[in-house]
Each structure stands twice: as C-alpha cells, then as structure tokens.
C-alpha cells in the first residue's frame, strides 16, 4: 500500500488527502500531504462534513476536476484551499457508499491532464482494494479476541472456552491473519476499526 501512497505523492506537488474504506462517516485509513496549515483549518473548522469534494464523492462513483464540480460551497472551502496552494485539482470515488474511498489531490501550476486523472484513479482503486478490510471473523475467532479484550491471559480464556491453551493460540493464529495482523495487538486494534468485536 506505500507503494500507491508514494506514487500519490509523486504526482501531487501540492499534496493529497486519501481517506479509504469510509464507514459510519470515518474511514479505516486516513492519509494526508497537504500543507498542515491547512489540514489544521479544516479539521478545526470540521470542514469535511461541508467539503462539496467529500459531498461529490459520496453522491458519485468516478473521477473529476475539483473545477468541474458544481456544488454549493457556502463556506468557501475551494477558495480557502487556493489560498493555501491547492489551486488545482482532481477527486477519486470508489467503493460502495457503505465502504466508500473518496481521495483528492492536488497541485498549484496547473490542471491534471486526463492522463494524469487516468493514472491517479488507477492508485486510488489498488489503494481501495490494498485496504479492503476483512467482513467477518469466525465466532471463534472473536470469542478468543474478545476474551483478550476483557483483559485475560491465555491461560485464563482457554480455561473460560474450554479448550487447551494451544488451542486458545492457534484460534488467535488464525484471527491475526484473517485480519492481515503481526501481533495480536494489532488484530485487536483492526478487529475494533473494522466493528467486528
């Protein structure tokens, strides 16, 4: 997946803001470059709930020129981004609204030629399918996440399910790479971003 971001990157002078696998208005991996001066302005200004890029990108599926978008922009969100060299731009849409990917990148010189939009929806695609979380566990599986997360120790939630200790392990095994994690951490961390605990 850094491979797509690096890419983004090298293509987006100005910066980029990539929010993949939007659920229940938050997405699962949320990756900005733009000026932190003005990332800072839109997180206090709770501008994504008002952005027509973020509006368009919800209501459609596609790509386009941050130009060629025609929504109200009553808080004066482009012009505010212009200011701070976003001058130029282009929106990616994909997914299903309930899993949406919605990325935009920028630059301050010039428009994206078509070329350029072609390639960017091709990263943004392999970055929504490289993020494409896992839709269930076995009952198992959360059964010995859960346990863990109540703050057992593998002796301890083996004993609680019944099972050998090594049996406790391999069901936690198995969860970790179902989720696509090292650790057993970090699968309870994805396990509790993907809601499935």
């Known amino acids: 997946m850094q491979d797509s971001f690096d890419a983004l990157a090298a293509m987006s002078p100005a910066g980029f803001s990539a929010g993949l696998h939007i659920r229940f208005a938050s997405p699962m991996v949320y990756v900005r470059t733009y000026d932190p001066c003005w990332t800072r302005t ?11 890029l973020v509006f368009w990108g919800l209501s459609k599926k596609g790509v ?28 990616v849409s994909c997914g299903q609204l309930t899993s949406r990917t919605i990325v935009g990148f920028a630059r301050a010189d010039r428009e994206f030629s078509d070329a350029e939009m072609a390639e960017g929806q091709h990263i943004v695609h392999a970055l929504h399918v490289a993020a494409e979380p896992p839709t269930e566990l076995t009952p198992a599986q959360v059964e010995a996440l859960r346990l863990l997360a109540d703050g057992d120790r593998h002796t301890a939630a083996a004993a609680k399910l019944g099972i050998s200790e090594s049996a406790f392990k391999a069901r936690l095994q198995s969860a970790r790479v179902r989720l696509g994690a090292r650790t057993t951490a970090q699968a309870l961390k994805k396990a509790r971003q993907y809601q499935l605990l």
């Open 64 to 91: 386009t020129r941050w130009s060629e978008i025609r929504l109200p922009d009553p808080f004066g969100i482009m012009d505010q981004a212009r200011n701070h060299g976003l001058k130029y731009g282009v929106v």
């Open 42 to 52: 839109y997180d206090e200004n709770a501008y994504a709930l008002r952005d027509p």
